[in-house]
């Protein structure tokens, strides 16, 4: 039987952020996700901003974290390998309102210590973005917002936790938390019985789903919709900065993008929606969406949308909850990480370690901690001089199997057989976007079909798009006629 | 990198890249190299199995393997070179290609002409905005029949169509002979996309309900496809409220349209129609830039192999020609007026046409219509006129123009190519 120091429960970005964190010291430290890859819950469906940290009300946890984790960025993303571009966030006044309201909203940016904002008038604004509504009055530039891949953001953090020595339980859902004189003393699991001490609640929207911890707690979590709609590479409609309306007070308001793959990408609306898995695209969300896109950049259309999807906020009450459980004692939430969570997380892992020190648990730093991550290789980037080069010596780098994004033979390999690896198509995707370009697999599909089988060896039957119950073939050609054809379809 | 110069670079080993690689040896070229990312030549014919091709080049009725066959034959008694599993990354103006494969690792070729024969992709979900969750479930019609026929699999059992391109109508044909269930093929005009054979072939002959003017608007179930929901419209597309229903199906088929593959020729500076969305070509198929041909679905999206035989074979010849130097004169440029959606060739040179053989025109209608005479002017004065019994988008008109005819046409004015007045719609 195990024994771990700490559970994470949730392989969102929060909890792979705490898991990094918490691979510094010499515990032990597993994270358990229910899924069978990291980061499909709320994380791989966002933005993927990382915001300035303007317009933030500093007396809120997710303000202030907000303005602490933003300038941590360029240090962080060099230790992971990964791609991140300040691209900085024009928020647009449409009137005089708009303008007054955003001139205040710069004293006390700036007074927050956000880098390098100031007032654009409309002739400045349309030569940062000539895309830009002629009507538009001017904006707010914030340079220091950026954008990130949410899913590759995660799944670094991870794979470098694990490089630590952090145990990743994949496929593994938490059912209860099981206490002792209201002691956090295991947790009971889809995978049997667990021994830990103590607990971190970083299951995103389903935080209440298991045991009564959360609601004992007084807390209700609620989900919020966003829909988006993502453009072909070569859609004419481009933008250089995330385009921001004024603010409200619920939301940021409808956004445009680029994506740090290149694509623009515009959204989300912001909508209360019953279930929790409640991620369908809907007719007038994606009204809401294009309308509200078209006020900033008026252009936009649906002629080259490559990818309509929606994610799903976990609202709490207006803040995040990051604390200590009153009535538990060993368990630690991180819970209601709506906006901005994904920019926080680095800051989110470095506060839920001060509150697992703060009651009790013993910290002593990792000599041998090792902060960088190895990136998977991208022939794609390279020149042809050293592409070649990189052929020659692995001529599995060679065979390109997705057309749309060039990606081989070889950097699917190595995304399944890499820490943490692949086992589904989507896996696939995140990890190296074969399969997200404009065809959507038609063309690469079979072909990643036929690689998890040789190198994860998933039959054909199993391969998924995500798991669970999304197989993509269900039979053998002539199979329903040797079974006697329809009327096995009636059945 | 390993460097060659070669006469003939082919891109593409479909019907179009082999007719134009072995048209190219016989008129002369020396080295003729196709390079194809599958790893077999044949294009997407491969996973046609059904029979109907071949009936006007060969008059003689093939399977889609078949006819590929007799190509790919023929390409290898021709001495053309085909190297498969191998990708083309890059096209540069100055004819040099880059290639990358797990035999030859990255390779750069100096042709002295390139033929683009890529062929097209399907139209996805999300280009067509169906709203709804995301289960597993729904495929691209051609996606469908390469799993069905190559790779041996079934995606579901209970199917529905959606569009009635030949794709779609030929895989719901497919799906039923495998023994799913066919719910039926939808489609958002008020007539068929596909060949007019197809839907007598395809559904009359087997009982699979065409519910024109009826469109998805919806997909339903959590990790599989549950159902759809669709809705009718009206002439002008609009949804009709009321007519909504759910049909419970595991699999959606799409055949939404097809879009040339043009992704290498953009970056190559190569200029693309937008009525086709194919590059832009004169009478021998060449592109903007000197020395680059473009034929087959590549060019404009063909509803039949033997047209792109055709087509390739006047871009293979010209290809080999182009090599002992540019033969292009001044060109005028040919457009399509009213109720004709695009002409492929777009640009035509005539001096040069005079003495060479008949030109084909291939174009589409925009909606179905009766009676039509379709009208070649110049000026506004009529040059050419053809009479045609019936014309409609899903199926390609062609129209022959003789040397004798090509004569009365001005070499320095650009030709407008439209249905005549007074024809009636239906
Ligand atoms: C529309 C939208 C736009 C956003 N835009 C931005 C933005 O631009 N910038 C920004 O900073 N933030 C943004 N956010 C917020 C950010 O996406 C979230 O704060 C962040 O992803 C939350 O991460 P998480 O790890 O808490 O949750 P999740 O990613 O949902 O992770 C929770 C994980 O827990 C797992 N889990 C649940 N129950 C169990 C169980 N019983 N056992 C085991 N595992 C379990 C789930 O499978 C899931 O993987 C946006 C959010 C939304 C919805
Ligand atoms: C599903 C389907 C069903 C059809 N059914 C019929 C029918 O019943 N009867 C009929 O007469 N016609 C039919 N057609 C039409 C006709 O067969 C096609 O129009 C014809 O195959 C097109 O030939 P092509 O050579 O232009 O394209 P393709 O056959 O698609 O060949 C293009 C080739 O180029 C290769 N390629 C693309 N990019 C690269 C690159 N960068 N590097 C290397 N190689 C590359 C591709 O792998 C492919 O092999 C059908 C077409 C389709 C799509």
């Given at each position: 039987?195990?024994?771990?120091?700490?559970?994470?429960?949730?392989?969102?970005?929060?909890?792979?952020?705490?898991?990094?964190?918490?691979?510094?010291?010499?515990?032990?430290?597993?994270?358990?996700?229910?899924?069978?890859?990291?980061?499909?819950?709320?994380?791989?469906?966002?933005?993927?901003?990382?915001?300035?940290?303007?317009?933030?009300?500093?007396?809120?946890?997710?303000?202030?974290?907000?303005?602490?984790?933003?300038?941590?960025?360029?240090?962080?993303?060099?230790?992971?390998?990964?791609?991140?571009?300040?691209?900085?966030?024009?928020?647009?006044?449409?009137?005089?309102?708009?303008?007054?309201?955003?001139?205040?909203?710069?004293?006390?940016?700036?007074?927050?210590?956000?880098?390098?904002?100031?007032?654009?008038?409309?002739?400045?604004?349309?030569?940062?973005?000539?895309?830009?509504?002629?009507?538009?009055?001017?904006?707010?530039?914030?340079?220091?917002?950026?954008?990130?891949?949410?899913?590759?953001?995660?799944?670094?953090?991870?794979?470098?936790?694990?490089?630590?020595?952090?145990?990743?339980?994949?496929?593994?859902?938490?059912?209860?938390?099981?206490?002792?004189?209201?002691?956090?003393?295991?947790?009971?699991?889809?995978?049997?019985?667990?021994?830990?001490?103590?607990?971190?609640?970083?299951?995103?929207?389903?935080?209440?789903?298991?045991?009564?911890?959360?609601?004992?707690?007084?807390?209700?979590?609620?989900?919020?919709?966003?829909?988006?709609?993502?453009?072909?590479?070569?859609?004419?409609?481009?933008?250089?900065?995330?385009?921001?309306?004024?603010?409200?007070?619920?939301?940021?308001?409808?956004?445009?993008?680029?994506?740090?793959?290149?694509?623009?990408?515009?959204?989300?609306?912001?909508?209360?929606?019953?279930?929790?898995?409640?991620?369908?695209?809907?007719?007038?969300?994606?009204?809401?969406?294009?309308?509200?896109?078209?006020?900033?950049?008026?252009?936009?259309?649906?002629?080259?949308?490559?990818?309509?999807?929606?994610?799903?906020?976990?609202?709490?009450?207006?803040?995040?909850?990051?604390?200590?459980?009153?009535?538990?004692?060993?368990?630690?939430?991180?819970?209601?990480?709506?906006?901005?969570?994904?920019?926080?997380?680095?800051?989110?892992?470095?506060?839920?370690?001060?509150?697992?020190?703060?009651?009790?648990?013993?910290?002593?730093?990792?000599?041998?901690?090792?902060?960088?991550?190895?990136?998977?290789?991208?022939?794609?980037?390279?020149?042809?001089?050293?592409?070649?080069?990189?052929?020659?010596?692995?001529?599995?780098?060679?065979?390109?199997?997705?057309?749309?994004?060039?990606?081989?033979?070889?950097?699917?390999?190595?995304?399944?057989?890499?820490?943490?690896?692949?086992?589904?198509?989507?896996?696939?995707?995140?990890?190296?976007?074969?399969?997200?370009?404009?065809?959507?697999?038609?063309?690469?599909?079979?072909?990643?079909?036929?690689?998890?089988?040789?190198?994860?060896?998933?039959?054909?039957?199993?391969?998924?798009?995500?798991?669970?119950?999304?197989?993509?073939?269900?039979?053998?050609?002539?199979?329903?006629?040797?079974?006697?054809?329809?009327?096995?379809?009636?059945? | 990198?390993?460097?060659?110069?070669?006469?003939?670079?082919?891109?593409?080993?479909?019907?179009?890249?082999?007719?134009?690689?072995?048209?190219?040896?016989?008129?002369?070229?020396?080295?003729?190299?196709?390079?194809?990312?599958?790893?077999?030549?044949?294009?997407?014919?491969?996973?046609?199995?059904?029979?109907?091709?071949?009936?006007?080049?060969?008059?003689?009725?093939?399977?889609?393997?078949?006819?590929?066959?007799?190509?790919?034959?023929?390409?290898?008694?021709?001495?053309?070179?085909?190297?498969?599993?191998?990708?083309?990354?890059?096209?540069?103006?100055?004819?040099?290609?880059?290639?990358?494969?797990?035999?030859?690792?990255?390779?750069?070729?100096?042709?002295?002409?390139?033929?683009?024969?890529?062929?097209?992709?399907?139209?996805?979900?999300?280009?067509?905005?169906?709203?709804?969750?995301?289960?597993?479930?729904?495929?691209?019609?051609?996606?469908?029949?390469?799993?069905?026929?190559?790779?041996?699999?079934?995606p579901g059992k209970k199917v529905v169509v959606l569009g009635s391109g030949d794709i779609g109508l030929i895989m719901a044909r497919r799906m039923k002979l495998e023994g799913c269930e066919v719910r039926g093929v939808f489609e958002l005009l008020?007539?068929?996309?596909?060949?007019?054979?197809?839907?007598?072939?395809?559904?009359?002959?087997?009982?699979?309900?065409?519910?024109?003017?009826?469109?998805?608007?919806?997909?339903?179930?959590?990790?599989?496809?549950?159902?759809?929901?669709?809705?009718?419209?009206?002439?002008?597309?609009?949804?009709?409220?009321?007519?909504?229903?759910?049909?419970?199906?595991?699999?959606?088929?799409?055949?939404?349209?097809?879009?040339?593959?043009?992704?290498?020729?953009?970056?190559?500076?190569?200029?693309?129609?937008?009525?086709?969305?194919?590059?832009?070509?004169?009478?021998?198929?060449?592109?903007?830039?000197?020395?680059?041909?473009?034929?087959?679905?590549?060019?404009?999206?063909?509803?039949?192999?033997?047209?792109?035989?055709?087509?390739?074979?006047?871009?293979?010849?010209?290809?080999?020609?182009?090599?002992?130097?540019?033969?292009?004169?001044?060109?005028?440029?040919?457009?399509?007026?009213?109720?004709?959606?695009?002409?492929?060739?777009?640009?035509?040179?005539?001096?040069?046409?005079?003495?060479?053989?008949?030109?084909?025109?291939?174009?589409?209608?925009?909606?179905?219509?009766?009676?039509?005479?379709?009208?070649?002017?110049?000026?506004?004065?009529?040059?050419?006129?053809?009479?045609?019994?019936?014309?409609?988008?899903?199926?390609?008109?062609?129209?022959?123009?003789?040397?004798?005819?090509?004569?009365?046409?001005?070499?320095?004015?650009?030709?407008?190519?439209?249905?005549?007045?007074?024809?009636?719609?239906?």
């Open positions: 039987m195990q024994k771990f120091d700490v559970v994470i429960i949730g392989g969102g970005v929060v909890g792979c952020a705490i898991a990094r964190e918490l691979s510094r010291y010499k515990i032990k430290v597993a994270v358990l996700e229910k899924e069978t890859e990291l980061g499909t819950g709320t994380t791989k469906a966002n933005t993927g901003l990382i915001h300035s940290g303007f317009n933030v009300d500093k007396n809120t946890i997710k303000g202030r974290l907000n303005l602490e984790a933003n300038p941590l960025f360029d240090r962080l993303v060099s230790q992971l390998n990964i791609p991140f571009q300040r691209n900085g966030s024009l928020v647009v006044a449409h009137n005089r309102e708009d303008y007054q309201a955003l001139l205040h909203s710069i004293e006390e940016a700036k007074a927050n210590g956000v880098k390098g904002i100031k007032w654009l008038n409309k002739d400045e604004l349309k030569e940062k973005e000539p895309a830009i509504n002629k009507d538009s009055f001017g904006a707010v530039f914030a340079p220091s917002g950026g954008i990130i891949c949410p899913f590759e953001f995660t799944l670094a953090l991870g794979q470098n936790a694990h490089s630590n020595g952090v145990v990743f339980f994949l496929g593994t859902e938490v059912k209860k938390i099981i206490t002792k004189e209201g002691w956090v003393e295991g947790l009971e699991t889809s995978r049997g019985f667990i021994r830990v001490s103590f607990v971190v609640n970083a299951a995103g929207l389903l935080a209440d789903t298991f045991g009564e911890e959360i609601k004992n707690e007084g807390i209700t979590l609620k989900a919020r919709r966003g829909q988006y709609l993502v453009y072909d590479r070569e859609y004419p409609v481009k933008v250089k900065h995330t385009l921001f309306p004024r603010p409200t007070e619920v939301s940021k308001g409808i956004i445009v993008t680029p994506t740090i793959h290149g694509n623009l990408m515009v959204g989300p609306n912001a909508e209360q929606v019953e279930g929790r898995d409640a991620l369908e695209t809907t007719e007038t969300g994606i009204k809401e969406v294009l309308e509200g896109a078209r006020k900033l950049v008026p252009n936009i259309d649906t002629s080259a949308v490559i990818r309509m999807f929606s994610g799903l906020r976990a609202v709490a009450n207006n803040d995040f909850i990051i604390a200590p459980a009153k009535k538990t004692r060993g368990l630690v939430l991180a819970v209601g990480i709506q906006s901005p969570g994904l920019t926080a997380a680095p800051r989110i892992g470095e506060l839920v370690a001060e509150i697992l020190k703060d009651i009790g648990l013993g910290l002593k730093g990792k000599p041998d901690f090792q902060e960088e991550r190895t990136p998977l290789k991208s022939p794609g980037k390279m020149n042809w001089g050293e592409r070649a080069a990189l052929v020659e010596k692995d001529l599995d780098y060679g065979q390109v199997i997705c057309r749309c994004e060039g990606i081989t033979r070889g950097e699917i390999r190595d995304a399944i057989l890499s820490p943490l690896g692949a086992v589904t198509i989507d896996g696939i995707k995140r990890r190296t976007r074969a399969a997200s370009g404009r065809c959507q697999s038609g063309f690469c599909g079979p072909r990643l079909i036929e690689l998890l089988k040789e190198f994860a060896g998933i039959s054909p039957f199993e391969a998924s798009l995500r798991g669970g119950e999304t197989q993509i073939l269900k039979y053998r050609s002539k199979e329903l006629l040797l079974k006697g054809g329809e009327n096995i379809a009636d059945q | 990198m390993r460097t060659s110069d070669v006469d003939v670079l082919v891109i593409g080993a479909g019907p179009a890249g082999l007719g134009a690689a072995i048209k190219a040896k016989e008129n002369g070229a020396r080295e003729v190299l196709v390079i194809e990312r599958d790893f077999e030549p044949g294009g997407i014919l491969n996973q046609c199995i059904h029979n109907g091709f071949g009936l006007q080049y060969f008059s003689q009725e093939l399977t889609g393997p078949e006819y590929a066959g007799r190509f790919i034959r023929k390409a290898s008694r021709s001495d053309v070179e085909i190297q498969t599993d191998t990708m083309v990354l890059a096209v540069n103006p100055s004819r040099e290609v880059i290639t990358s494969s797990r035999h030859f690792g990255l390779q750069l070729f100096r042709a002295k002409s390139v033929v683009l024969a890529m062929g097209c992709r399907e139209r996805t979900r999300d280009a067509i905005q169906i709203y709804g969750t995301r289960p597993a479930g729904i495929l691209t019609a051609g996606t469908a029949q390469r799993f069905t026929n190559i790779e041996g699999f079934l008020p007539y068929t996309n596909g060949l007019s054979r197809n839907v007598v072939q395809c559904l009359n002959d087997f009982s699979i309900p065409l519910y024109l003017q009826e469109t998805v608007t919806e997909v339903l179930g959590k990790d599989r496809l549950e159902g759809v929901k669709t809705i009718k419209v009206d002439k002008k597309q609009s949804p009709l409220p009321g007519t909504e229903r759910f049909v419970p199906c595991d699999t959606l088929l799409l055949s939404v349209g097809l879009i040339p593959e043009n992704e290498l020729s953009r970056k190559a500076g190569i200029k693309i129609d937008p009525l086709t969305g194919g590059p832009v070509v004169n009478q021998d198929r060449m592109t903007n830039i000197p020395g680059i041909f473009a034929c087959g679905n590549v060019t404009q999206v063909h509803d039949l192999a033997d047209d792109v035989t055709v087509e390739s074979e006047i871009a293979g010849t010209a290809a080999a020609r182009f090599r002992k130097g540019n033969l292009q004169g001044k060109e005028l440029s040919v457009e399509a007026g009213r109720g004709i959606r695009y002409v492929v060739p777009q640009r035509i040179d005539v001096s040069e046409i005079k003495k060479e053989n008949p030109l084909i025109f291939f174009m589409r209608a925009e909606v179905p219509t009766r009676q039509v005479k379709i009208i070649f002017t110049q000026e506004g004065e009529e040059k050419f006129g053809e009479t045609l019994p019936f014309i409609k988008p899903g199926e390609i008109i062609k129209i022959t123009i003789s040397p004798e005819m090509l004569k009365k046409f001005k070499p320095d004015k650009n030709i407008l190519v439209e249905v005549g007045k007074g024809n009636n719609n239906g």
